[in-house]
């Protein structure tokens, strides 16, 4: 089995593409997949990069 590497770390910001209206979010924590951000707009999420390639922006 593979490890999981994640391009994501906390402290980034990142905009979900699906769903703009959330405005920037700041990535809380990286657990594999599992990428927690906490959204202006919308407040913690729990995103799973699997199926959601997430902005980088900052």
């Not at 924590?29 to 980088?56: C, M, W, Y």
Request: aromatic residues 6%.
């Amino acid at each position: 089995m593979r490890p999981i590497i994640s391009f994501y770390e906390p402290g980034q910001l990142v905009t979900h593409p699906n769903c703009p209206d959330w405005g920037v979010g700041q990535v809380q924590s990286v657990t594999g997949h599992r990428v927690t951000i906490n959204f202006e707009n919308r407040g913690k999420v729990l995103v799973n990069a699997q199926l959601v390639d997430l902005i980088v922006i900052g």
